[in-house]
């Protein structure tokens, strides 16, 4: 089983997008759905897999921050 959590869209620039996982940046491809700056996003094996509203983002990133 995998966990994914959310993270922030700073910058898209040739099909790949920098996404800021609290602090911790990392480029993910943005082919398999439709993505802007600003928008958050769960990632897996390198490619976004869905986008989700801030809301959504801010309770998955505290219950996750909740189980350490």
């Known amino acids: 089983m995998c966990v994914a959590i959310p993270g ?34 769960l990632v897996h094996a390198g490619c976004i897999i869905q986008t989700m509203k801030k809301s959504e983002a801010e309770e998955i990133t505290e219950l996750m921050n909740g189980l350490e």
Do not use: H, W
């Open 8 to 41: 922030e869209v700073k910058e898209i620039k040739d099909g790949k997008a920098i996404i800021d996982f609290s602090g911790n940046q990392v480029e993910a491809y943005v082919g398999l759905v439709n993505v802007k700056v600003g928008d958050y996003a």
